[in-house]
């Protein structure tokens, strides 16, 4: 199966914009790449979602460059209520993996 | 519409007892899974189905069983639990079969193993 990595952990304060990048390895032709959010004790929520270039949507932005190995979770102005792990995931099939996520703390 | 509902939120077992996670979806969702999530592991896919009657594994199948006898069920068995399999776990579901990977995750189940 192919993986997803990302970095462990990130700090950040209240109205900043935060990047969150995830390195896809092996990403096939097919694949999407998709955001999730856990907030603790709560299942995973999706973000956002794109195959090339560049999506926005009202919460997020995500940027994958022309290689497609790299995405980038863009978070305009975060609020304390943004912390939480954020996870990359790759697929267009049926086996859809999660790197180990990336936990961001939002600071006032 | 109530999404993807997971039973029970919270067991605790003895070791080589037998139990079935439930998990049941109101969206006629074709794909579901299941997925277990330790401290520092992120989120592995443990058992997965593209529809009734059709069951595959995932990346830590062992010690779990699935059947999908209907659309809207999945149930993850546990046949003898083991310490190892002390985890919180998450079903989840899309419609059908596509790169569309946008899953609905249940709440969660924890289990713990003595």
């Known amino acids: 199966l192919a993986k997803t990595t990302q970095p462990i952990s990130m700090d950040s304060y209240e109205g900043q914009e935060v990047n969150i990048t995830c390195s896809h390895n092996?990403?096939?032709?097919?694949?999407?790449i998709t955001w999730y959010q856990q907030f603790p004790s709560q299942g995973p929520r999706f973000i956002i979602q794109?195959?090339?270039t560049k999506v926005t949507n009202e919460v997020a932005s995500l940027f994958i460059p022309a290689d497609r190995k790299s995405s980038t979770l863009s978070l305009p102005r975060v609020s304390l209520s943004d912390t939480a792990v954020y996870y990359c995931l790759r697929g267009a099939n049926s086996k859809l993996t999660f790197g180990k996520g990336i936990t961001l703390s939002v600071r006032p | 519409n109530a999404g993807v509902t997971q039973t029970p939120k919270f067991q605790v077992l003895k070791t080589g007892q037998s139990m079935t996670l439930q998990c049941a979806q109101d969206?006629?969702?074709?794909?579901m899974s299941w997925y277990r999530q330790d401290p520092g592991m992120g989120l592995r896919l443990i058992h997965y189905s593209v529809g009734a009657g059709i069951t595959d594994q995932g990346e830590v199948p062992n010690g779990y069983n699935v059947s999908r006898s209907t659309t809207e069920d999945f149930p993850l068995r546990l046949l003898s639990a083991a310490p190892s399999q002390t985890s919180v776990y998450f079903c989840?579901?899309?419609?059908?079969?596509?790169?569309?990977?946008?899953?609905?995750f249940g709440a969660g189940s924890r289990l713990t193993v003595l």
């Open positions: 989840a579901s899309r419609p059908g079969f596509s790169g569309a990977n946008v899953l609905t």
């Open positions: 969206m006629n969702h074709e794909y």
């Open positions: 794109g195959y090339k």
């Open positions: 092996n990403i096939a032709t097919n694949d999407y």
